[in-house]
């Protein structure tokens, strides 16, 4: 057992290494690609998804706030970013939108599925914000927020890959796509703040 826990620390502490160096490039890459020109962009408010609970969320009822999307995943080694994604939610409550998007498209480090989320992400964390359904970037059934914020074409700013669980995405109020943080940024770090407190 303390062998196997052993391993998996290794194994996650080289994934971050090996990521780490990829994501930089990325970041670096989609500086460059900000300043293309747009095309066929979709309008962010016309996003629809579920929730966890099976209710429909319209993402026009944004509109005004910018929102911090984010892949979650409670079996992950970054999960405590749960309290801290809260956190940020009540310090720019009425300002700020903080979404959850739960994927298991990393080593299935995301096992529940519905309201068992929810309620794993609340008693250990203090989770109020919102969740949605569980989605996923991988094969035909590619979760459309995911898929918008990771697509140039769609969101005219830039065309990212998400490198694991916790990468974030800041929509301003006008529903554009501003900035992307790597999964191991903080959501209290002072790049993400400076961001948020922009007008």
């Known amino acids: 057992m ?3 826990r ?3 620390k290794q194994t996650f502490l080289l994934s971050l290494v090996v990521l780490s160096a990829f994501g930089l490039a990325t970041y670096l890459f989609s500086g460059a690609q900000a300043g293309s020109p747009k ?3 979709m309008d962010f408010y016309k996003l629809q ?3 966890l609970y099976g209710n429909s969320v ?3 009822t944004f509109r005004g706030r910018k929102v911090l999307l984010v892949n979650t995943a409670t079996g992950c080694g970054l999960a405590p970013q749960l309290k801290t994604l809260q956190d940020l939610q009540n310090r720019y409550k009425g300002r700020l939108v903080v979404v959850g ?10 096992p529940l599925s519905g309201a068992r989320i929810g309620e794993h992400c609340q008693r250990n964390f203090g989770v109020e914000f919102l969740l949605l359904a569980k989605g996923t970037l991988r094969g035909k059934s590619k ?3 995911l898929e918008w914020l990771t697509n140039q074409r769609l969101n005219g700013a830039f065309s990212t890959r998400i490198w694991w669980n916790y990468q974030k995405y800041l929509v301003d109020e006008k529903g554009r796509l501003v900035d992307w943080f790597l999964p191991w940024t903080s959501p209290l770090s002072g790049r993400l703040l400076h ?3 922009k007008n």
């Open 58 to 60: 319209a993402f026009e």
């Open 195 to 197: 961001q948020i407190e």
């Open 49 to 51: 998804a579920l929730d």
């Open 6 to 8: 052993q391993m998996r």
């Open 39 to 41: 095309t066929n962009t």
């Open 2 to 4: 303390m062998f196997q």
């Open 101 to 110: 998007i739960p994927t298991n498209d990393f080593i299935g480090q995301e």
């Open 143 to 145: 979760d459309p927020v």
